[in-house]
């Protein structure tokens, strides 16, 4: 199985095949011409009641297990009902829902006429066997304000709320190059489980159309003849770059309690990582980190996006994440509410 932990000499999704068997490469350079799967992501979807309506998604696909994205759904659902609902009527609807995402694994409910969705995904990056994971591109979008004051994901966000799921979305030339070359991508490898083989065969022909969904960064390091992740995806290459300068000049040292010659020098790699504000790889004391550049795709069918899979492992049980709301809009606290309160400080 391979998650986000695994490093890039696992490779589970080969070089697109033309329909003669043949292989090709999709992507306009031959250095990049493999792709390394990060893993499943997870996010929500939702459909609106009027006739015309597109599902579109309402939170990020970035969660590593089907329950976290449960868990933004409720803390969605709970928001709505705190500050948006305009009756107690609705309120109490939006609050019904909360109370079975507590309780149990459902992947779809109705409320107030919004179909929402627990939907699926695959990160995942290009690479080459001797060049390893792709660097952001040139002409890759990078903030107007390339500041390293602020910490990352603070003022910039994926743009994946809003985003509609419209298989018929018009594409750029390599992009739609890209789609079609992974339109019957599939998991593949003994190592591989057969129950996630076989539903990964299975999504192909229920959820035959391939979305692209908005390109993102993260941070990989070497690791022997591979490399492995270091962080979540970033919406752009300096986002990307923030989180490595945070790690070196702060996070790092004090997470792994590194002795003082390796944190001088991660202070100085983190300072020539910011004197040269475009630089996508750096070495310090031995390791290499690299920004990548992280793509996602996303399944859908005549009946919209693909859910989760049996086969996809939850790592956490459904809960109450918020305090209870009554139908009024007053938060009711009570003695469990202060686990509550423990619990999501240490999510």
């Known amino acids: 199985m391979c998650r986000q932990s695994d490093a890039l000499n696992v490779v589970v999704m080969s070089r697109p095949r033309r329909n003669d068997g043949r292989h090709v490469h999709p992507y306009h350079s031959d250095r990049y011409p493999y792709v390394w799967?990060?893993?499943?992501?997870?996010?929500?979807?939702?459909?609106?009641?009027e006739p015309d309506a597109q599902w579109q998604l309402v939170e990020e696909v970035?969660?590593?297990?089907?329950?976290?994205?449960?868990d933004n759904l409720n803390s969605l659902l709970w928001f709505k009902a705190k500050d948006e609902a305009?009756?107690?009527?609705?309120?109490?609807?939006?609050l019904a829902a909360v109370g079975i995402l507590e309780r149990e694994r459902i992947d779809e409910l109705t409320v107030l006429g919004i179909r929402y969705r627990i939907v699926r995904g695959d990160e995942y990056?290009?690479?080459?066997?001797?060049s390893g994971p792709e660097p952001p591109r040139p002409t890759d979008h990078e903030p107007t304000d390339c500041s390293w004051e602020c910490a990352p994901?603070?003022?910039?966000?994926?743009?994946?709320?809003g985003y509609v799921l419209d298989p018929g979305r018009t594409l750029g030339l390599m992009a739609e190059a890209s789609r079609l070359g992974l339109q019957d991508f599939s998991y593949e490898g003994d190592h591989i489980p057969p129950a996630m083989r076989e539903e990964s065969r299975q999504a192909v022909h229920?959820?035959?159309?391939?979305?692209?969904?908005?390109?993102?960064?993260?941070?990989?390091?070497r690791a022997g003849k591979g490399w492995r992740p270091r962080s979540r995806i970033q919406p752009t290459p300096h986002d990307a770059r923030r989180v490595l300068f945070d790690g070196l000049a702060t996070v790092w040292p004090?997470?792994?309690?590194?002795?003082?010659?390796?944190t001088k020098a991660y202070a100085r790699a983190a300072e020539h990582l910011k004197a040269a504000p475009r630089s996508n790889e750096i070495t310090v004391r031995g390791k290499t980190f690299r920004l990548c550049r992280v793509e996602r795709?996303?399944?859908t069918g005549p009946d919209g996006p693909e859910p989760p899979r049996l086969s996809d492992p939850e790592t956490t049980e459904p809960m109450r994440i918020r305090p209870r709301l009554d139908d009024q809009g007053v938060i009711r606290t009570g003695p469990d509410d202060a686990e509550v309160a423990a619990r999501l400080q240490g999510r």
């Open 297 to 299: 795709m996303l399944r």
């Open 125 to 130: 990056a290009r690479c080459g066997q001797e």
């Open 86 to 94: 305009e009756t107690p009527a609705e309120r109490r609807e939006l």
């Open 37 to 49: 799967p990060r893993g499943a992501v997870f996010g929500v979807a939702a459909l609106g009641p």
């Open 62 to 70: 970035t969660e590593r297990a089907p329950q976290d994205a449960r």
């Open 153 to 161: 994901g603070h003022d910039t966000a994926l743009p994946d709320p």
């Open 206 to 221: 229920d959820h035959p159309e391939l979305i692209l969904l908005p390109v993102g960064f993260g941070l990989v390091e």
């Open 254 to 262: 004090r997470v792994y309690e590194l002795d003082t010659a390796t």
